[in-house]
């Protein structure tokens, strides 16, 4: 069955830190894998997505993810982070082999930034 | 451009009582989807719509719950009889090409 784990529940950083957040996913073939992320009260707002191609992609707010087949990982970073990253992330999966359906979502990794 | 809106952002509820969640899609995106998320249960897929065909409602936790969307835009998902179990965050998203994008949600409390 397709799944996505999220390892890390919560985690703590500096601000100015370096930011890795793991996601690990089972799947047969090459997935559909999308990061979003979710401030408190709000929806979830799309980082970034890998469909094909070049497996490391970038995204919005500075963050990039790297797609590693070998590790079924699809990590999500950022060099530098900012107080205003503090938020709850979500790493998820297309379910089947269309990229139409319906997402898979990890549990989830909270992130705090300490001053 | 007008991103996926939903109505209303918070509702409170009775026990037994039904109550209907609405979603206005990002115009022109085919494929609208329903999602729940509760503390104990993380993001959970309800229900999707992909243009004219048959919706996919395996995710549906009982048959309490259902879901319609007219003329292919705005979508109403129905909740009938409502449990404190259902209290929850509603999340609606809408796509085309693949990438699906999220409104704010309606914040479900049943007491």
């Known amino acids: 069955a397709q799944s996505v784990t999220q390892p890390d529940i919560h985690i703590t950083v500096s601000e100015g830190a370096s930011l890795e957040l793991r996601c690990n996913y089972s799947?047969?073939?090459?997935?559909?894998l999308f990061w979003y992320v979710q401030s408190p009260g709000q929806g979830l707002q799309l980082l970034l997505k890998?469909?094909?191609?070049?497996?490391l992609v970038q995204g919005i707010k500075g963050f990039e993810a790297e797609f590693k087949r070998s590790q079924s990982s699809f990590n999500l970073r950022k060099p530098s982070v900012h107080w205003s990253d503090a938020a709850e992330y979500f790493c998820a999966l297309v379910h089947g082999s269309s990229n139409t359906g319906k997402l898979i979502f990890g549990q989830g990794t909270t992130l705090q930034v300490k001053p | 451009g007008a991103g996926v809106s939903q109505s209303p952002s918070n509702k409170v509820t009775e026990k037994g009582k039904d109550v209907e969640l609405r979603c206005d899609p990002i115009?022109?995106?085919?494929?609208l989807y329903w999602y729940r998320q509760s503390l104990g249960q993380g993001l959970e897929f309800l229900i999707y719509?992909?243009?004219?065909?048959?919706?996919?409602k395996s995710g549906l936790p009982s048959d309490r719950f259902s879901a319609e969307r007219t003329g292919g835009s705005v979508s109403t998902l129905t909740i009938q009889r409502t449990q404190q179990e259902d209290s929850a965050v509603y999340l609606c998203?809408?796509?085309?090409?693949?990438?699906?994008?999220f409104g704010p949600g309606t914040r479900l409390l049943v007491l």
């Open positions: 115009s022109g995106h085919t494929a």
């Open positions: 719509f992909q243009g004219n065909s048959a919706p996919d």
């Open positions: 799947y047969g073939a090459t997935p559909y």
């Open positions: 998203a809408s796509s085309a090409g693949g990438t699906q994008y």
């Open positions: 890998y469909f094909s191609g070049d497996t």
